[in-house]
């Protein structure tokens, strides 16, 4: 099912530390998940996705962790950057052709 | 990687009138053409998916009058808000999706900048 993001929770990280934004998804069916950064008054910005058939997958300075069993998904920002700052949103996909369904949303900011 | 373009970038308008939002997709033919709604510090909300040539596809609560979706051709879909008002002010994003030479994943969404409507 979809959620809707009333409050966006945020997360606060010093800048060089490294940062963990959770998601949980509620579809089981869903094989495909998306990260997305979006900044403000801008549109999503693709960040990382992985398959349901991997836990793990890595990209520049970000990780993301699926774990299937508690339908938990993270996404995991090495060293930390101001430029990071923005709202974070997990998004699930029941694979093929089907839609993209956007979390609640997580918002990063980064001290100096 | 691919590029959407969404116009105007923010309108706008009186209460009662329309408004029309452009989606584009500049380097790559769209067959699918999706369309979000997006309230202050709130998650993106699928308003409808639209397949070139076809009539779109709204979700649940979403009024198809009220949203005009026209998707005539791979490169351009058009979003209505028809009789606008104040509670439609809101940030509307589209999203593109279609073969592209090179893409690595022919299901991965290109999203534009958004839409910054405000209805008075």
């Known amino acids: ?112 | 990687g691919a590029v959407v373009s969404q116009h105007p970038s923010w309108v706008i308008c009186k209460s009662g009138t329309s408004v029309k939002i452009e989606c584009r997709s500049l380097d790559f033919q769209a067959t699918t053409m999706f369309w979000y709604r997006q309230f202050p510090k709130q998650s993106l909300m699928l308003m409808a998916t639209s397949n070139e040539g076809s009539k779109a596809t709204y979700e649940q609560g979403v009024e198809k009058d009220k949203f005009l979706i026209n998707h005539a051709s791979l490169t351009l879909s058009t979003l209505t808000v028809t009789s606008a008002h104040p509670e439609d002010s809101s940030f509307y994003i589209c999203s593109a999706r279609g073969s592209r030479v090179g893409a690595a994943d022919r299901n991965e969404q290109f999203f534009g900048p958004g839409t910054r409507l405000t209805v008075l």
């Open chain 1, 1 to 112: 099912g979809e959620s809707v993001g009333l409050h966006l929770p945020t997360l606060s990280v010093q800048e060089g530390d490294n940062s963990i934004i959770n998601c949980a998804y509620s579809n089981s069916a869903s094989d495909y998940f998306i990260w997305y950064k979006q900044e403000s008054g801008k549109g999503p910005q693709f960040i990382i996705d992985i398959r349901s058939n991997m836990d793990k997958r890595q990209g520049q300075r970000v990780t993301v962790l699926l774990n299937k069993t508690v339908k938990h998904l993270s996404l995991q920002i090495a060293a930390t950057q101001p430029g990071d700052s923005a709202v974070y949103f997990c998004a699930e996909n029941l694979g093929g052709y089907q839609k993209v369904t956007f979390g609640t949303g997580t918002k990063l900011q980064v001290i100096p």
